[in-house]
């Protein structure tokens, strides 16, 4: 009988939040499948957003993944050294505020209807999802995604958009391994797995993303 879990799930701001979702990235992409541990860390963990998986019955860390506001920079991205994970984490020193004025920030308007009242922007990339294997297949996944969508809208509905714009869409994307594909896929977003390891699938718009006049 498999063991019932309770999920929660936060921001990490804290040097200790941070560093616990770096180690298990470096525990489940490095030691588990074998990348290559000079290019997991990288420039896009000083400005994304972290976010944990936490088991209610001990308060441990079990899962995490990252928010990265779109469009990318075109210049790829500085890789760090492992050892950066427990020393100066990336990212460290933010507030949830800064992290969300990053994120907003990065944002570009990608359509905006011609009557005013509604836009569309740029959105996100979700990325660098891991749990720990002892917490597989019992709905941590699902639950940190949903936190996910919660967390983005909340701080995209600070972006500073055309007065009168009422309702805004924006677009997300999830970057992961073609083995989990259907973990990710909706039913909308069918689609052939490319050869390459990783693929990018759009998951569509958070239609529930309202702004409010400003």
């Given at each position: 009988?498999s063991?019932?879990?309770?999920?929660?799930?936060r921001?990490?701001?804290?040097?200790?939040?941070?560093?616990?979702a770096?180690?298990?990235?470096?525990?489940?992409?490095?030691?588990?499948q074998?990348?290559?541990?000079?290019r997991?860390?990288?420039?896009?963990?000083?400005?994304?957003?972290?976010?944990?998986?936490?088991d209610?019955?001990?308060n441990?860390?079990?899962?995490t993944?990252?928010?990265?506001?779109?469009p990318?920079d075109d210049?790829?991205?500085l890789?760090y050294?492992?050892?950066?994970?427990?020393?100066?984490?990336?990212?460290?020193?933010?507030?949830?505020?800064?992290i969300?004025e990053?994120?907003?920030?990065?944002?570009?308007?990608?359509?905006?209807?011609?009557d005013g009242p509604?836009?569309?922007?740029?959105?996100?990339k979700l990325?660098?999802?891991a749990?720990?294997?002892?917490?597989?297949g019992?709905?941590?996944?699902?639950?940190l995604?949903?936190?996910?969508?919660?967390?983005?809208i909340?701080?995209?509905?600070?972006?500073p958009?055309?007065?009168g714009t009422?309702?805004?869409?924006?677009?997300i994307v999830i970057?992961a391994?073609?083995?989990?594909?259907?973990?990710?896929?909706?039913?909308?977003?069918a689609?052939?797995p490319?050869a390459?390891?990783?693929?990018?699938?759009?998951?569509?718009?958070?239609e529930?993303?309202?702004?409010?006049?400003?």
């Amino acid at each position: 009988m498999s063991q019932k879990h309770n999920f929660s799930w936060r921001l990490a701001t804290s040097d200790e939040d941070l560093k616990a979702a770096y180690n298990l990235r470096h525990e489940v992409f490095i030691k588990e499948q074998g990348y290559d541990a000079d290019r997991e860390l990288d420039s896009f963990d000083d400005t994304a957003a972290q976010l944990i998986l936490i088991d209610d019955a001990d308060n441990s860390i079990q899962g995490t993944l990252r928010v990265l506001s779109l469009p990318l920079d075109d210049k790829a991205p500085l890789f760090y050294d492992p050892s950066r994970k427990d020393n100066s984490p990336p990212g460290a020193g933010r507030t949830e505020e800064k992290i969300i004025e990053d994120l907003v920030n990065a944002q570009q308007l990608v359509e905006q209807s011609a009557d005013g009242p509604s836009a569309l922007l740029s959105g996100v990339k979700l990325g660098r999802i891991a749990l720990h294997t002892t917490h597989r297949g019992h709905g941590g996944g699902r639950h940190l995604l949903d936190g996910a969508e919660k967390w983005i809208i909340k701080a995209l509905d600070q972006t500073p958009v055309t007065k009168g714009t009422k309702e805004v869409d924006a677009e997300i994307v999830i970057s992961a391994q073609v083995s989990a594909r259907k973990f990710y896929d909706r039913p909308a977003d069918a689609m052939n797995p490319p050869a390459s390891m990783f693929y990018v699938v759009p998951v569509g718009k958070l239609e529930s993303l309202i702004i409010h006049n400003k």
